[in-house]
T-cell receptor, first 109, second 115 residues
Framework: DAKTTQPNSMESNEEEPVHLPCNHS???????IHWYRQLPSQGPEYVIH???SNVNNRMASLAIAEDRKSSTLILHRATLRDAAVYYC??????????FGKGTLLTVNP | EAEVAQSPRYKITEKSQAVAFWCDPI?????LYWYRQILGQGPELLVQ????????DSQLPKDRFSAERLKGVDSTLKIQPAELGDSAMYLC?????????????FGPGTRLTVL
């Protein structure tokens, strides 16, 4: 499985935008980029996914670099409820989610 | 909104005892997954079912772990005997089709403590 690299932790202030980076230099042409997050004491929840084009949904936006070797999850206005571990995962031909350690996002009031 | 149900939420057992966890996926979801999450790490896939068939159990410690999904709906994960190193969160997830664009929906997990 192609690997992803994320910062261990990031900090943000409430109501400010947050940009969570992910590097995936060994991504293959058919790998999808998925983001999940895990709030404290809960199971992971799906955030967004994309292949080549930028994607938006009600939770976040996903910006994918033109060479697909990196992507950025954008939370437009962070709230305290967005404090979680965010996982960037490549899903390829085996359809598996292989979780790394993710990025722990702290949101300050 | 439909959710994945798991029980129990918490389980404390002594080593060498048997434990079992139950999962009820979202109705209509053909694919069911069991993950183990050790504190401070991301979840690790233990077993994946497509309907009632196992499609991947390469990370399941088969000497002590077993999983079944007899009617292709709910599923049970068993550990016998439990060891101290099995203390972890056990997560169940389900998805419609199990392909690379599919969304997995996770349950709240069962936190196992082995004493």
């Amino acid at each position: 499985d192609a690997k992803t690299t994320q910062p261990n932790s990031m900090e943000s202030n409430e109501e400010e935008p947050v940009h969570l980076p992910c590097n995936h230099s060994t991504i293959s042409g058919t790998d999808y980029i998925h983001w999940y997050r895990q709030l404290p004491s809960q199971g992971p929840e799906y955030v967004i996914h994309g292949l080549t084009s930028n994607v938006n949904n009600r939770m976040a936006s996903l910006a994918i670099a033109e060479d697909r070797k990196s992507s950025t999850l954008i939370l437009h206005r962070a709230t305290l409820r967005d404090a979680a571990v965010y996982y960037c995962i490549l899903v390829g031909s085996n359809y598996k989610l292989t979780f790394g350690k993710g990025t722990l996002l702290t949101v300050n009031p | 909104e439909a959710e994945v149900a798991q029980s129990p939420r918490y389980k404390i057992t002594e080593k060498s005892q048997a434990v079992a966890f139950w999962c009820d996926p979202i109705s209509g979801h053909a694919t069911l997954y069991w993950y183990r999450q050790i504190l401070g790490q991301g979840p690790e896939l233990l077993v994946q079912f497509q309907d009632e068939s196992v499609v991947d159990d390469s990370q399941l410690p088969k000497d002590r772990f077993s999983a079944e999904r007899l009617k292709g709906v709910d599923s049970t994960l068993k550990i016998q005997p439990a060891e101290l190193g099995d203390s972890a969160m056990y997560l169940c997830a389900s998805s419609l089709a199990g392909d690379r664009t599919d969304t997995q929906y996770f349950g709240p997990g069962t936190r196992l403590t082995v004493l």
